[in-house]
Structure formats: C-alpha cells, structure tokens
C-alpha cells in the first residue's frame, strides 16, 4: 500500500477515526432530522420537549454511539433553539451533553442486555433522570412539572427509532452497509 507525500513530502498516515463521506452524509440527514422532529412539540413548561433526540436514538442502533451523540446533542439544541433556549444557552448545553450520554446508555443496554431493556432504562434515563438532575437550579416543582411530559416524549422517541429501526432491518435494510 503506497502512502500519500503531503506538500512538505512527508508521509501522510490515515487516521482510523476519520468517518466515510458516506457517515457524514448519513449523519447530516438525521441531523437534519432532528431538527424536524424539534418543531413537532409535546406541550411542557420549557417548550422544548419534542421529537428531535427519535433520530439519534435511531442512530445509536443503525450506526454507532459516537455518531448517535453529535446527532442527539445537535437535535437538543434544535429544540432549544425553536423556543429561544428558555433555560439559557448553558443549561440547554448541558442538556445537549445529557441526551448524548442517554443514547451512549441506550446503545450500551441494548448490547448488554436487550433492546426491551434499552428502551425501558433510556426512558428512565431521559425522562426521570434529566428533569432530576435540575432539581439543584430550579427546585422540586419543576422536576414535577417536566417528568410527565419528558418520560412521555422519551418513550415515544425511543419507541419510534425502535419501531423504524426494526422494521428496517426485517426488510433487510440497514446503515451500516
């Protein structure tokens, strides 16, 4: 194999965390996606529950973690973005870093266990958890206000990505290839 000369002639070495032209594009798509889904809102006190982490949670099985993390934190801050990021940039930042840590978790159960098992803890994850972990910003009221209506959109968007991954992969269709 004859490795490249770069301008200064020396050799250039291929990197193995470079993603294919083909990755990217796949990953723009369900970037784009997410965006979408941030528009189809389910009612909550924030404004920005809403279908955009379906695509990274879809992502997580199709392609892989790492790639399910950049759409998910990107399509949180689509959502964020829609209602003028209503908590303030940082703390949508840091709920951006979250939804990549859930569909990490998710991809994580699903191996490990089962994709039932992923679907159920990615719910708990998302839709308990986050709201939770605001407790220390905003009080117990709006960890109250925000579980139902998180833990409704979480399961509906892990449940969707599932129902459309499956359903996909029985038709023999799937992207990895």
């Known amino acids: 194999m004859e490795q490249k000369l770069n301008v200064e ?25 997410s965006g979408i889904g941030a528009m189809i ?6 404004g920005t529950v809403a279908l955009d982490s379906a ?11 790492k790639e399910a993390a950049i759409v998910a934190a990107l399509g949180h801050m689509f959502s964020g973005l829609t ?10 930042i840091l709920i951006a870093v979250q939804m990549a840590f859930y569909v990490i978790a998710f991809r994580w159960i699903v ?3 089962n994709l039932v098992v992923g679907v159920i803890g990615a719910t708990i994850l998302n839709g308990v958890l986050a709201p939770a972990l605001f ?11 925000m579980v139902i209506p998180l833990t409704v959109a979480s399961f ?18 799937t992207s990895n290839g």
Do not use: C
């Open 9 to 33: 002639g020396s050799r250039i070495k291929k990197s193995k965390a470079q993603w294919s032209t083909k990755t990217l594009v796949r990953m723009a798509m369900f970037i784009a996606m």
């Open 41 to 46: 809102k389910i009612p909550s006190p924030t």
């Open 55 to 65: 695509a990274g949670f879809y992502v997580a099985l199709a392609l892989g973690f």
């Open 83 to 92: 209602v003028g990021f209503s908590l303030t940039l940082p703390l949508h």
């Open 111 to 113: 191996d490990k266990f």
């Open 135 to 145: 407790i220390p910003f905003f009080g117990t009221p709006f960890f109250v206000a």
């Open 156 to 173: 509906i968007n892990i449940l969707l990505a599932t129902f459309i991954y499956k359903s996909m992969e029985r038709k023999g269709i």
